[in-house]
């Protein structure tokens, strides 16, 4: 243990939390209808936008308009990014005269993309023409985000009786008011400190020693704000976060793992504003909290193990540096893994694929539980609350009581989207690893044999199905079945959850507030914290415990024993 | 339907607009004003031609330069459009032999003994196969050949090092470290290039 990672861990906690509260109030004002500061610029874009789009301003929308509006919307979205991806020779700023993606890589990295996930089949630079990058992937990066923060907000309302909102009006608030105003400053500062923006060919130079070497170009900065801001984590180039055009430095590094986690822990506090009682999103946050702790404890325990194989060739002793750049190293490579797979960035800084059995496994469990420790901008909270409403309804049946919360009952119709949206990602991680571990077109595209190599196909359905992005990137994924599983895999773990989730704003939104009396179940205690935690902790053991013993434990295990593969 | 459609359509197109055509194009604009030189790629020239970029290892394989790390990137390494890590896991035999044949290599390049310990990053390849930073351990370690080859004192060639070390951020964020590129520059600037 280095106390300059213990710095780093603490620094990082403590920036998160400070600027997490002020966004977080700004944020409530914001879907509260009061005045920001940037109103007198960006009032006048957004009215233009309704105005011309029809967009009624006054009326909350119902379930059935909000689902319809938000599916069209991303549908669109899919269509068009499919559109420009699959003809994008024929597009203007292409000067590395790219081809068009196949209709299979075109189809995932669409899905990908409006589903936040920002998977990737490809590696940027050998595959993304600059409008592809800037205009197509980047457009998606704001308002798959945006679609994020609309969701939670609407279930913020739901939950304290308000009417869930209009998915229009939430999404492009969020995009012009929170994303694009962050984006802008975080840009400036990113292209500061080295990370390229420009639109020129690729630099060919002659090398120091007389070799020559192409250097891949781009309009990096302003992509890469907005992939860590909006959580989706989609690389411009193939090396994500570890290139150092994307992240040159440990300050960016710093500014890059923060951005990460900023939008959702500010959700919390807004939703504490919301809930009229500030301890409710403090509840959340310390469920989280302490989840993270645990997480981001055994991932860099075990990778501060280093690989025993190496030092027996003669490599000094010390955590293993293969997949890390030498200026994130131990700690910084350990917090990015941890905070990048908790939230559903999915960005790295250093390669999954090669870290020690263990962390690998901590990476995949903090997927496979739902993105929920801090999570996705929007999606981490909707997500949690998954967990909460079940962890009140259990404690509800538990007591003897009527499942409570925030004063609303919890009844059949809840509990059943609740257990929808638990269900179907976690069937389809299962489910379409099972199947591909069972044909040769799933065990193809290997580059780890034994038990890793199953992690490399149980870590992509994961992170496709949890819309991370990130993956074990050994796997060679741009194939025909992984494409279309993924993909699949993806909209489900998506849709699946959002449609669910609305349905309780919804419904919760209309029902009868009761006021707590002296024997309810409080929500806003240490014990409701440690008791979200459990659930989150007990119900994705249950469920992928067994998966996690054929992967990460037994790779542990057998590395152990000094076996190879 | 038709209705919500054409809402769609125009949010997004505005929303396009705004995000992936202003956004980019203004941050490219204040990019190229006032900090052309790292939104172009923090490029190095030699008489107009560029040479390097500080930020991306290249490979220098000559024993007056220090090496960097091995790559991964493309299939000779180091290549500057296709950056990649190795992905291998612990338990990858690959890994194993290449990490092995490296330490070997560093070993004879750099005339240490079997017992002696090689650096870790010396060894493995990086995340982005561009990593163009060494540790102090390891550049230590080749400083006693690149001023045999120079033909100069080797304290000289440490205090270059000490010299091109970063320091970590503040004082907390990072650790020391050195940029190769940056070194090998130093180098020629202070003793000349090697005339082959």
Redesign the interface.
Known sequence: MEV?DM??FA?FAFTVVVFGFFIGNYVYKIFDGKKTFLDPVIAP?ENA?FR????NVEKSQSFKEYT??LM??NL??IF?LFFILFFQSAIWLNPQNFSNLSWHLALNTAVSFVTNTNWQSY?G??TMSYFSQ???L??QN??SAATGVAVAVALMRGLTGRGIGNF?IDM?KT??RIL?PI??IY??FL??????????P????????G?T?????G?V???EA?KMLGTNGGGF???NS????EN????TN?IQIFSIFLIPVALLFAYGKFAGNRREGIAIFGAMALLFALTLGSTYYAESQG?A??SE???????????????F?LG?SSLFATVTTAASCGA????H?????LA?GVLMLQMMVGEVIFGGVGAGFYGMMIYALLSMFMIGLMVGKTPMYLGKKIEAYEIKAVIIALLLPSAAILGFSAYAVNCAEGLAGL??????GL?EILYAYTSAAANNGSA???LTANTPFYNVTLAIAMFIGRFGVIIPMIAIAASMSNKKTYALSSGSVKSDNTTFTVFLACTVLILGALTFLPALTFTAIA?HV??LSG??? | MFKEIKKSVILFSGLTLICALVYPLAMYAIGNSVFADQAKGSLVYEEENPVASTLIAQNFTQPYYFHPRPSAAGEDGYDGTSSSGSNLGYTSQKLHDAVKERVEAYRTENGLSTSQKVPMDAVTTSGSGLDPHISIANATIQAKRVAEVRGIEENKVIDVIRKSTQQPYFGIIGKEKINVVNLNLTLDREFGKVKI
Do not use: C, W
């Open positions: 300059f710095v780093l620094l874009i936008l011309i789009s029809r967009i319809i509006s069209v919307f669109f979205g068009i590696s630079e050998s800037m205009v197509g980047g457009v704001f308002l229009y492009t995009t012009l694009l984006a802008f840009a400036i292209i500061s400190q080295g990370v390229i923006q420009n639109l020129s690729y630099v060919d130079i002659t090398t120091i020693e070799a070497q192409t250097l891949a170009m309009p900065a302003s992509q907005i180039f193939n090396a570890a290139h150092p055009f040159p430095n440990e300050l710093f690989n194989m190496l060739l003669g490599v000094e002793e010390g955590p293993s540096m293969e997949g890390k750049e030498v200026r190293a910084a790295v800084n250093s390669m694929d090669s870290f020690s059995p690998g580059n780890n044999a034994g038990p890793h992690s074990f990137a050994g790779e057998l590395m076996k190879l593969f």
